[in-house]
């Protein structure tokens, strides 16, 4: 699956990530952060799942409808677990994900807000 991988995400998540077998951008390889809105556009337009930390994310495209091609955030998921997780969300959750699915992962809890 192709991913992108906000800044705040882990940037080692990328490398496990495509050991995994994915096509992975990392944000933080990039020379300056355009902010969300681009990093999410560019998602979208390259039919990525956006990976992050931050719930702002969920926000623009629930809330101001800015097109994205599915995300998954981590609250509270260790740096070292993050491209695990995300490896087991896109295998459980591909498809949902194909069709612009919000996936909130916790410890103890997945939520999914599936596309409208």
């Given at each position: ?17 495509q050991r995994e077998g994915h096509d992975v951008?990392?944000a933080g390889d990039w020379v300056e952060d ?46 070292m677990k993050q491209a695990d997780i995300c ?30």
């Open positions: 699956m192709k991913i992108l991988l906000d800044t705040c995400v882990w940037g080692k998540a990328k490398e496990k990530l951008i990392w355009p902010g969300d809105i681009e990093i999410l556009s560019r998602a979208h337009k390259e039919e990525r799942v956006l990976v992050t930390l931050d719930k702002d994310f969920g926000e623009l495209a629930i809330v101001r409808k800015i097109l994205h091609s599915g995300i998954i955030r981590l609250v509270n998921i260790s740096a490896h087991s969300v896109i295998s459980r959750y591909k498809e949902m994900l194909q069709k612009g699915a919000i996936i909130t992962v916790e410890a103890n809890r997945i939520t999914i807000r599936p596309s409208d």
